[in-house]
């Protein structure tokens, strides 16, 4: 079974301070996603990676980078962390190879910046 | 207009209804359509996907793609209880490395 999994369950942070999110995967897996989910918004990508030191922008990349340097592990940076970044955040993966149809996600990351 | 559509609910059904859930898109490139669902609490799940257009059965689940009406559904027959979730539509183009595109998900109560 594949197995991704966020460093956090639960984060509260302050406004102004730099967050880590950091996800795993244990599939070796070369794409690699970050979504936020916002009640009546659903899910908005933030940034993926389809490759070790490769990053691009998704939809909402405002306020967030990203750092992969294995291909395991691809890190979510709130630069400096707001109240509008409160949300859910979902790590998820995929294999291109084969034309990839499933994304399999973490379990998320709910962070509450205050 | 976004590029996936899907009314958010929530929807509230007695044990044992069908139920039908609904996405609209308007990017033609979409090639692979998928139903994920999220129980509260966990992340989206890969519950069934088509390729291109027609229907696919899998147990009590059967999605629909309706290309020419840029339109996909989900039935569920005999509803149960533990069918209620947050039921997400997906789609990405053929091609590798490109994303999905997720509809905002409809809630769904299946009421014992």
């Known amino acids: 079974d594949v197995k991704v999994t966020q460093s956090s369950r639960y984060l509260v942070k302050r406004t102004g301070e730099k967050v880590f999110l950091e996800c795993v995967q244990d599939m070796d897996h070369e794409n690699m996603f970050w979504y936020r989910q916002d009640p009546g918004l659903g899910l908005r990508l933030i940034y993926f990676s389809y490759d070790v030191k490769m990053k691009e922008k998704g939809d909402i990349p405002e306020g967030y980078s990203v750092s992969r340097e294995k291909k395991e592990r691809f890190s979510l940076i709130l630069e400096s962390a707001s109240t509008n970044q409160t949300s859910m955040y979902l790590c998820?993966?995929?294999?291109?190879?084969?034309?990839?149809?499933?994304?399999?996600f973490g379990q998320g990351t709910r962070l509450t910046v205050v | 207009q976004k590029e996936v559509e899907q009314d958010p609910g929530p929807l509230s059904v007695p044990e044992g209804a069908i139920v039908s859930l609904n996405c609209t898109y308007s990017?033609?490139?979409?090639?692979?359509f998928m139903w994920y669902r999220q129980y509260s609490r966990k992340g989206p799940e890969l519950l069934m996907y088509?390729?291109?257009?027609g229907n696919k059965e899998d147990g009590r689940f059967t999605a629909q793609v309706d290309k020419s009406s840029k339109y996909i559904s989900l039935f569920i027959r005999d509803s149960q209880p533990s069918d209620s979730a947050t039921y997400l539509c997906a789609m990405r183009v053929d091609s590798g490395n490109t994303p999905l595109v997720f509809g905002k998900g409809t809630r769904l109560s299946v009421i014992a």
């Open positions: 990017n033609s490139a979409f090639q692979y």
């Open positions: 998820a993966t995929a294999n291109p190879r084969g034309g990839w149809t499933e994304a399999f």
């Open positions: 088509t390729y291109s257009s």
